[in-house]
């Protein structure tokens, strides 16, 4: 009997979630509940007045727009199942909802991290070659540049989650975390995991090194352009255009350092309250970067500011 049980294929998952702590439950679900609809409503307003107003048809805001509908796409993908494990402890899911639910979140995750490398690079034609930059940054350019990132985060996605629902599961089938995030359903396969190892790896190397390189170069070269501007007024103008770029970066690739290079607790005590940290960071990691970008945008940027005031005011509408 005990070797039927322990090769029984597994149907569904058990996801922990706060089961452990259920004085936190109530409350992180309002918290989490208010942050997802400042989600929704301040990047579907910035979805929106990118549309409407005809002075933010460029393509940063068209890649702002992306990002916008991409946050909302990452957060709707993980928050409402998070809200519902507070809910109901112990939450099960069956197996086909939860690999459709860590697609998502995984190609949602790797398009960001392409998105906001093209972003810098759009940042840096700007400053480099302003005249030049309506025809480097065409409509046939930056529209294949979005597609391209959106097609890259969804094939990575197919891959990986194609490599974890191959692994067989059986036994255990408790995933320690609040949704399916793939490292902690790996971590149940009873087989070897090496190639889906590697492939996390090299997938890791691709969507956050080589765009964070291609960040950190275009900055080098952005700021060796503002140096080169004679006029304190002039540096500062050049900077503003893409200051609310730079902040969404350091938030958003600062969290990952931060979740992935703070060092594991050997004490089995504070390995528990390691544990709980680790699980409020990644959740909060989810739903924190999607709500600052709007706001970053909204408060940094004269141009948004002005599509607020309008759109508030029915000017589109009223034309």
Known sequence: ???????????????????AH??????????????????????????????????????MYFFLANLSFLD?????????????????????????????QMFLSFAMGATECVLLGMMAFDRYVAIGSPLRYPVIMSKAAYVPMAVSSWAAGITNSVVQTFLAMRLPFCGDNVINHFACEILAVLKLACTDISINVISM???????????????????????????????????????ST?????TVVIIFYGTILFMYGKPKSKDPLGADKQDLADKLISLFYGVMTPMFNPIIY????KDVKAALRGLVSHKWFAQ
């Open 22 to 59: 259920p004085a936190l439950q109530k409350t992180f679900f309002v918290l989490i509940l208010l942050m997802y609809l400042v989600i929704l409503l301040g990047n579907g307003v910035l979805i929106l007045v990118t549309v409407l107003d005809p002075h933010l048809q460029t393509p």
């Open 201 to 239: 790896a090299v997938s890791n190397m691709m969507f956050l090194g080589v765009p964070l390189l291609l960040i950190f170069v275009s900055y080098m070269l952005i700021l060796s352009n503002i140096l080169r501007i004679p006029s304190a007024e002039g540096r500062k103008k050049a900077f």
């Open 298 to 301: 909204s408060l940094r940027n």
């Open 1 to 19: 009997m005990d070797r039927v049980n322990e090769t029984s294929p597994v149907l569904g998952f058990l996801l922990l979630g706060l089961s």
């Open 72 to 100: 909302i796409c990452y957060t709707t993908s993980s928050v409402p199942l998070i809200l519902d494990s507070f809910l109901n402890p112990r939450k099960t899911i069956s197996f086909s909802a939860c690999f459709g």
């Open 242 to 246: 893409c200051s609310a770029h730079l």
